[in-house]
């Protein structure tokens, strides 16, 4: 139980990251404040907030449920504030939700640019500005699900991968800025089977892995003293593999098929190690 009672804030926790995230967390004693954009259910996305929920307290643990648009002020503040009123402290804050488009520069609109930059770096800002005076004094996690960016990889994916290394540069900053907070990034070296994956035709079974590697992960990151860890910006397989998991198929959506490197070179490896 290497989270036991402590409190996560988890946003975009209605499926795939978030909500294997929030399972993970409770299933090692964690409370969970689960927080997206909506409570309903999508007709071709499976998955609510309170379906999360309900799995999270039948693990005994306990979890609340927040409707919210984190893009704004108000109700990011608010999402914190109900989190505190409910719990009385804030240990982690998983910054999970996320939009996805990619497309050559010329095909975006300028909506779809403010949804991605909104949804990724601007939530994500407020929220943490949010949590960090709760968390000055005892200390805390907050965790990006952003990549360390390889600007080779911009061509086809600019404003989306602009938007993912403003995320990483916020936990850089924070992790520096702030003595009793560990601020890191967090990415899947392969691509992980999610509705975005599948609906953006992001590779096949065969190249996906399940969401458990990315929830295992995050475990791992949130369970250390943060008063003893300090920024990095990791891939999903060196954090298994420092807690001495090298054994990736229980991983595989397919069992018999080994994923390659999908999103690896989206990515700089040197920012995932440690100077």
């Known amino acids: 139980m290497r989270l036991q009672d402590q409190v996560i804030l988890i946003t975009g926790a209605s499926r795939g990251i978030g909500a294997a995230c929030a399972i993970a967390c409770a299933r090692e004693g964690a409370h969970l404040a689960l927080v997206a954009k909506t409570l309903d259910s999508h007709p071709t996305l499976p998955g609510t907030l309170n379906e999360v929920a309900e799995a999270v307290r039948a693990l005994g643990r306990d979890a609340i449920v927040i409707q919210a648009d984190l893009r704004h002020e108000d109700q990011a503040q608010a999402a914190v504030d109900q989190t505190m009123a409910h719990f009385g402290r804030i240990d982690t804050l998983i910054n999970n939700a996320g939009a996805i488009f990619m497309a050559n520069l010329a095909d975006w609109t300028t909506k779809r640019f403010d949804l991605v930059m909104g949804v990724n770096v601007r939530a994500s800002f ?150």
């Open 126 to 275: 407020l929220m943490s500005r949010a949590v960090i005076p709760h968390m000055r004094e005892n200390g805390g996690h907050i965790l990006m699900m952003s990549p360390p960016i390889n600007p080779k990889a911009a061509p086809g994916k600019a404003p989306y991968l602009n938007s993912k290394i403003g995320m990483t540069l916020l936990a850089m900053a924070i992790d520096a800025e702030e003595p009793s907070i560990a601020a890191q990034a967090l990415w899947p070296v392969t691509g992980i089977r999610t509705a975005a994956t599948e609906v953006f035709g992001l590779g096949t079974p065969e190249q996906w892995r399940e969401p458990a590697i990315i929830a295992d992960s995050t475990v791992a990151l949130i369970a250390k003293d943060p008063a003893e860890t300090s920024f990095r910006a990791w891939l999903d397989e060196d954090v298994l593999a420092a807690e001495g998991t090298t054994d990736l198929r229980p991983y595989r959506c397919v069992p018999d098929s080994e994923p390659e490197p999908f999103s690896i070179s989206w990515v700089d490896p040197d920012w995932s190690r440690e100077s």
